[in-house]
């Protein structure tokens, strides 16, 4: 009896292995979609390592076959970024949930996963290791290293390491990883995601070249960066018991009030002395001294309070209208071209801030039967997959009428729309969609409508322009009869009929802007015509 009730066997697992188990909630879920992960993972690293850093990328992505036989690809990235100090990079690379990001400030990367999911994938479908090359500005030599994650342990093993001189001033990192890919399948939205991830950095550099040697090739066109965004302290929004308990045990500050005004942004002393107060909580009460029941009743006056100022937008790094408009020119060199940022708002204490750019006519492609090609971005990701579940989907599909922006179906359009946060609403680990929360759909909506109105005002004035002009080519067919019966008066006055012609010509010609040519064409042709 006692043997049948404990037949259940418990254990504990790794991170490393729970996402070498459940590898496709991290996007890695078939050898197409892993190859397109790998690289991604790997690029918005660099691009992590570079603009959020001040420094102009320069990025080169190279896909290689391994392995004929077994469709093994070899994905290199390098950067000229940060670089990683070498004691660093065995944890940066071989602990699954190790990372530099789990701060208050937008970047690309923000689970610590990104890179370890890539290398165990190359670890259990090609068994090779990963490979770094790092060097940071200012030290003298290059590192590398070979290691594998050992997946019990959650912790890097090395195979290789070692370091030798600069022989030049280089810094940067340089990660390969090899990993069973389908390359056929892959392709297209490799280059999709490179071609859009393109579009929001004309201030890098970026290379590269596919397993067939094809290279792709954008060349930096600004070199002006978004600002770098600054890692800030929680708004009082976002916070729970559990950070306050934790705060409580580890801080240092002597009293409470002092842990409220160096702890969070958003409360300096009138805050601090109000919020106490309404907890009913001395301020000079050590931190260490409340109970768990006094902290929750804090934690709860916190959340209700609602004289706060917003949190803070130093955090985020928006792209710009420049780098947005500067983007779509170097990829489509379109007709028109405008963007907008909007202020910075927030939910639940994360603030965010809301872009979007529209490119229409000259190289844009057309748009497909309904609505606009769409680019979306989360910071400065390029969103591929699940499009159909996203908000900003929704909102430019169902509900703007682009009829009522002269925009009909297919027509030469793009509408970007970036949406930056510390924290991003995503719908699902995949990180490909974002869920309708109400500010930010407001906050969408109004960014799209924005250069909507501007794309509206540009064609109006445009058909305007288009129909005086034809209004005017109308009058000008007319000069052949008018010189003609003009002529006929005249000519007994001796005045020549050519100059007649030219000066009306002329007239027509100015109040148009059609060239003088183009107009002497048409008299030509009705004459030929009469
Ligand atoms: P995440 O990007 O979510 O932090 P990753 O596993 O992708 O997780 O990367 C782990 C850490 O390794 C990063 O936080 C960063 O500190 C470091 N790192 C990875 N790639 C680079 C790179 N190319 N340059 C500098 N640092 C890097
Ligand atoms: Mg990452």
Redesign the pocket.
Known sequence: MTAAATSERYQAISPAEFFYKYREIAGFSNPARALYQTIR??V???L??TDAHGILPNIKIVIRRADEVNNYYKVI?E?N????PPH?VPE??GRVL????YVLRQ??????????VAILYGQITTGRPVEII?SQRGLKRIYYFKLRIDINKNKPEILERGSYRKNRDWA??I?SVTVEGDWSKARHRVKEYILRTAVVTPYANIAFIDPDGEILFFKRTIDKLPRPPKEVKPHPYGIDLEVMKRLRDNTDHPTIYDLLIKSFQSIGDVTARKILELAGIEPTIEPKKLSDKQLLKLVNTMKQYSEYRPPTSIALSPLGSEVIKAGLQRIYQPEFVEAVTRRPAAYEGHPFIVEAGIAYGGKVPLSNEKYPTLLRYANKIPLLYDEGSDVITKIVKEEINWENYHVHFPAPIVVLVHLCSTKIPFKGVGKESIADVDVIHKEIKLAILDVARKLRNYLSAKIREEEKRKKLVNIAKYIPEITRALGIILREDGVPIDKLTEKLVETVSRRTGVPRDEVINIVENIEIGV
């Open positions: 993972e790997l918005e690293n660099a992590d390592a990235v950067d970024g940060i670089g990683i660093i940066a690379f190790f990372s530099s990001k970047t690309r990367g923000m689970f610590g996963l990104g890179a370890k790092t940067g990192t990660v």
